[in-house]
């Protein structure tokens, strides 16, 4: 077998290989520090049809200027909306603060 044979057969079982492979796909929501119940509960139901439709979830709080001062209730707000999720994903990374940013990711659960 010669040589670009060999390199084209190798070509194409990884392109096989990267077809089969999922794409994970992230989605997004944002919080504020002092979200209200409407606004909170709007949002948990856009959450759960990102992963009712199988995407990672990055939810975070966004401190704006003095607000990081409210750290605590930041956390509540994540951990809260992890509890509201539990039956429909697992929490990948617990909130952690980054600069301004508190950011937490949950997971789908696998659909059996």
Do not use: C, N, W
Not at 15 to 28: C, G, H, M, N, Q
Not at 64 to 83: T, Y
């Amino acid at each position: 077998m010669d040589y670009k044979k060999f390199l084209y057969e190798q070509k194409k079982r990884e392109k096989a290989l990267k077809a089969k492979a999922s794409k994970v796909t992230i989605k997004e929501i944002r919080f504020g520090p002092q979200t209200d119940d409407h606004d909170y509960e709007f949002k948990k139901k856009h959450a759960e049809k990102f992963l009712k439709d199988g995407a990672k979830l990055k939810a975070f709080v966004f401190f704006k200027g003095r607000s990081i001062v409210f750290k605590e209730q930041g956390q509540i707000l994540l951990l809260r909306l992890a509890q509201d999720l539990e039956d429909l994903g697992k929490v990948e990374q617990m909130p952690r603060l980054e600069g301004k940013r508190m950011t937490m990711f949950i997971a789908p659960k696998k659909v059996k």
